[in-house]
């Protein structure tokens, strides 16, 4: 199954699990069930916009974007983030006027059911998908999988706040329950814009990415081969890799790029996704980036 089908799986997902949640606040009355049905609504809006970017992402280069659309997946995290950010903040209002105004609970038993099979769907869905996730190195999926975790704790947590109501009597832990889970979402949102950000700024590639890097180079380096002026960053799915190649200056054009040629498709090999550009130089040639004017 590829990264679309299990976004669409997704919104199929959200929508039964908007059902059943919604039906666990009804029949309860219960703000943290409710807080937990908003929470779904976040994960499909979501859904449908991570479709869509996936979908915008795969279009193939154009005169207008010839380096692709693989930034796409960013704006769905983002978006993901934000959805995520606002309704923590409205978990909180419902919450804290609960808070004040304790209100009894009814048909918890029922409620708790319909709570607990929504998470098992949302945790069975998030384990494929962030493994899908890692396979295909989409952002997008990612964010999905990871806000349907929080999702799943939420809804456990929700269920554990209800046992506890019912255990002790005591009404104001149903909006405790929920702003403590509000919290714990509002962190996931930000940390989710954090990364979306990371990554429409062009971050560098991963620390144990560049470590391969690093040592599929030092099969070529040599007295005559040197590489310096290594960038790394990631759009989307892809990476991205520029280095200067340092050979003899009496080699041949035709030498120099056989062993280009090597250079490139072992990096490939070794980091899947991976887009390496190499520019040759002879070994007395340095170029230099750190012109001021280029600052201005």
């Known amino acids: ?7 669409q799986l997704s919104v199929a997902v959200a929508l ?11 029949v309860t009355g219960s703000v943290s069930l409710l807080s937990d049905a908003l929470e ?18 795969a279009q193939p280069p154009d005169e207008d974007h010839p380096y692709g659309h693989h930034k796409a997946e960013y704006f769905s995290s983002g978006f993901e983030g934000v959805m995520i950010v606002v309704a923590a903040l409205a978990i909180c209002a419902a919450a804290a006027q ?38 295909h190195r989409s952002m997008a999926l990612e964010a999905d999988a990871r806000h349907l975790y929080t999702d799943v704790w939420t809804s456990l947590g929700v269920v554990a706040g209800l046992l506890a109501v019912q255990f002790s009597g005591w009404l104001w832990l149903d909006p ?35 470590a391969e890097i690093e040592r599929t180079l030092e099969v070529f380096r040599h007295q005559a081969i040197r590489f310096d002026h290594l960038v790394t960053r990631r759009a989307g799915q892809r990476r991205f890799l520029d ?6 200056a009496g ?5 120099a790029a056989a062993l280009r ?10 980091v899947p996704g991976l887009r390496a550009t190499i520019q040759l130089l002879p070994m007395d040639v340095e170029a230099h980036f750190d012109d001021p004017r280029d600052l201005l």
Do not use: C
């Open 176 to 210: 405790l329950a929920a702003i403590a889970l509000a919290l714990n979402i509002l962190r996931e949102g930000v940390s989710l814009v954090r990364r979306s950000a990371d990554g429409l700024m062009d971050r560098a590639l991963e620390s144990e990415v560049q």
């Open 261 to 270: 040629t090597s250079v490139e498709q072992a990096l490939m090999s070794a």
């Open 1 to 7: 199954m590829q990264v679309r089908a299990y976004l």
């Open 98 to 135: 609960r808070l004040f105004d304790p209100q009894p609970l009814e048909d918890v038993g029922l409620g708790l059911a319909l709570s607990l099979v929504s998470s098992a769907l949302n945790g069975a869905l998030a384990f494929a998908m962030l493994r899908k996730a890692r396979e």
């Open 40 to 57: 779904s609504l976040v994960n499909l809006a979501g859904a449908v916009f991570a479709l869509l970017m996936v979908t915008l992402a």
């Open 243 to 248: 280095l200067h190649m340092h050979m003899p």
């Open 251 to 255: 080699w041949t054009l035709g030498r």
């Open 16 to 26: 039964a699990t908007i059902a059943l949640k919604a039906g666990a606040w009804w």
